[in-house]
């Protein structure tokens, strides 16, 4: 058999060249030439799997190592007989992470004390619940929206979008991106949504582009309608706004879930489903090669601290977006060439904190977020 893979997938080299055939390629690359003979496709967003490619190929399943599938058309798929699978939380923690640094970052920046701050999370699944729940950990108030989950299960611990516009200081969406529908998001942040929001709040889309809508983003930026905008997903990326950059607070190239461990868990799903449906027996494979953190274990003394500024140093230390809000400013041009060269990310259970002169409750709110404490 043949297997097309996306040359960016980490950690996947190896895993089928004992039972297949194996292309790597770039992910825009792959055209239905390539695909014609293929027996299965993995990829991320970069390929578009629609008719187009797939079209009188002998292609019986594709698997994305994303979370999002908006790139492959299901209904064609699943009219032709082609299975499909995508990689649902494997990024989860990785978002959950780069939210925690957000939060941090502009906190120390504003003089943000979170327990005094109100955050509206649209989209509680496997990300937006992380999110709340590290939010939760911060003493911050908490607004969960979630219509599809609020009509399955009843329950009254979701409140309506206009609840987040009208108390949220911080509204950061977690959304699918569906087009049409009951529960539509494309562009959910249009110019109704925010100017209907009442604490003039910042506003966070580290999910997909389309979900804001950049004139009307920009114009709520420029009135004050919204403090700030942190954008991670842009419309029309790579070729992204420029002035909705320069207006933005921090901006990265759409690296929410690039920590090397959710791209471990995305590529193992992959392996994993693929095995499963041609009976490969790779079940048991592990990614192997994952790159250690620059200091895994790392001191840190609570001395004259508050809680919220140690959560914060640990946070920082595995991740400080300013950083990557930098590279991206200076590198605007090169916006994939810094999503595949993404450098080593890892989450916080790959962390292990020596604490110094703080508090059980403290040392017991690191270990929630994840960090093995000593």
């Not at 003979?37 to 079209?55: F, G, H, P, S, W």
């Not at 939210?99 to 109100?118: D, H, P, Q």
């Not at 649209?122 to 929206?145: P, Q, R, W, Y």
């Not at 977690?174 to 209907?196: K, M, Q, R, W």
């Amino acid at each position: 058999m043949k297997i097309i893979i996306d040359d960016k997938i980490p950690y996947i080299r190896g895993a089928f060249e004992d039972v297949a055939e194996v292309v790597y390629i770039a992910g825009s690359k792959t055209t239905p030439e390539i695909a014609t003979d293929a027996d299965a496709i993995v990829t991320r967003t970069r390929t578009i799997c629609n008719e187009k490619l797939l079209a009188g190929s002998s292609v019986k399943f594709i698997a994305t190592a994303t979370i999002g599938y908006d790139h492959i058309d299901t209904d064609y798929c699943e009219a032709n007989g082609i299975q499909w699978t995508n990689a649902p939380g494997c990024n989860s923690k990785s978002v959950e992470q780069y939210i925690a640094s957000t939060i941090m970052v502009l906190a120390e920046r504003k003089g943000w004390n979170l327990s005094n701050k109100t955050i509206g999370i649209v989209g509680v699944g496997n990300v937006g619940s992380k999110v709340a729940h590290i939010c939760e950990i911060f003493g911050m108030k908490v607004l969960l929206n979630d219509p599809p989950r609020k009509r399955a299960e009843g329950s009254d611990k979701f409140v309506s979008l206009e609840t987040i516009q009208n108390k949220a200081d911080i509204i950061t969406l977690h959304v699918p991106l569906n087009i049409n529908g009951e529960d539509a998001t494309y562009h959910l942040g249009n110019e109704s949504f925010l100017n209907a929001l009442k604490n003039k709040p910042v506003l966070i889309n580290s999910c997909r582009g389309e979900v804001t809508e950049t004139n009307a983003v920009k114009s709520a930026l420029k009135s004050g309608q919204i403090s700030a905008f942190v954008c991670d997903c842009w419309e029309n990326e790579p070729d992204l706004d420029l002035e909705l950059l320069s207006l933005t607070e921090i901006a990265t190239p759409h690296i929410a879930g690039y920590s090397k461990d959710g791209k471990t868990t995305g590529t193992l799903m992959c392996v994993q489903a693929i095995s499963k449906y041609f009976g490969l027996g790779l079940e048991n494979w592990q990614p192997t090669g994952v790159e250690e953190p620059n200091e895994p274990v790392f001191e840190l003394d609570g001395s004259g601290l508050t809680e919220q500024q140690i959560l914060s140093k640990a946070i920082l230390h595995t991740y400080n977006i300013w950083n990557d809000d930098a590279d991206f400013r200076s590198n605007v041009a090169n916006f994939e060439q810094l999503r595949g060269d993404y450098p080593t990310r890892r989450e916080f259970p790959a962390f292990t904190i020596i604490a110094n002169n703080i508090d059980n409750h403290t040392q017991i709110k690191l270990k929630e977020l994840g960090f093995s404490v000593k």
